[in-house]
């Protein structure tokens, strides 16, 4: 079996139940209720995810704390396609293209991370590279790093949101992978195939 499996195999689909709001565990129930009321359909990751409902509660809480940070959505969208693009996470990819797409960002913007590449704006790339940096330093990333970040326009406050959004995400790229999650059908027309590691 290849070592990066971007969907899951008969096996990964014998662990990971894709629970509905009915069939997940008792703790769950209401975080898949609500995440289908909101989205107007539930998310086979959120769906496989539910199998520990502490991770899934978890994920939502922190994506909430997240998206109140002082980053902008566009910033935001940056680093987690940022995360998704780096661990390789199908599922995030199309979701936060399509979330991108509604937010009005560019093709080539969406293209330029969808490649892993360095983007157009000066302001976003530095939110790429700041996170890839931290992510490769396990947050050591340099003085040089920090200054180039800051010089930018960015605060303090912004790199430590760079941390949270980067836990945050990280918890779903892997759950997503480990759980071998599908792409939804409302999100094909986003989906991702990048190029074997």
């Known amino acids: ?18 629970h509905t709001a009915e069939s997940a565990p008792p703790a769950a129930r209401r975080l898949l209720a609500a ?4 989205l107007g359909y539930l998310p086979a990751g959120m769906a ?3 199998a520990s ?6 994920f939502l809480k922190l994506t909430a704390i997240f998206d109140s940070t002082t980053l902008d959505p566009v910033a935001r969208e940056v680093l987690v396609m940022t995360v998704a693009t780096r661990n390789r996470c199908h599922i995030c990819v199309a979701m936060h293209t399509a979330a991108l797409t509604a937010l009005g960002a560019g093709p080539e913007l969406i293209a330029a991370l969808r490649g892993s590449e360095p983007l157009a704006d000066e302001r976003l790339d530095a939110i790429r590279v700041f996170t890839l940096r931290v992510i490769d330093t396990a947050g050591d990333v340099g003085e040089a790093a920090l200054r180039d970040f800051l010089a930018r326009g960015y605060t303090a406050r912004n790199a430590l949101e760079i941390v949270l959004g980067i836990g945050t995400y990280t918890m779903s790229t892997l759950a997503n992978r480990l759980t071998g ?7 094909a027309a986003h989906a991702w195939h990048p190029e074997p590691a």
Request: no cysteine.
């Open 35 to 38: 995440t289908q009321a909101h």
């Open 181 to 187: 999650a599908p792409v939804d059908d409302q999100l």
């Open 48 to 50: 496989r995810m539910a």
């Open 53 to 58: 409902p502490q991770l899934a509660d978890g």
């Open 1 to 18: 079996m290849p070592a990066d499996i971007l969907h899951g195999s008969a096996f990964t689909d014998s662990v990971f139940t894709e």
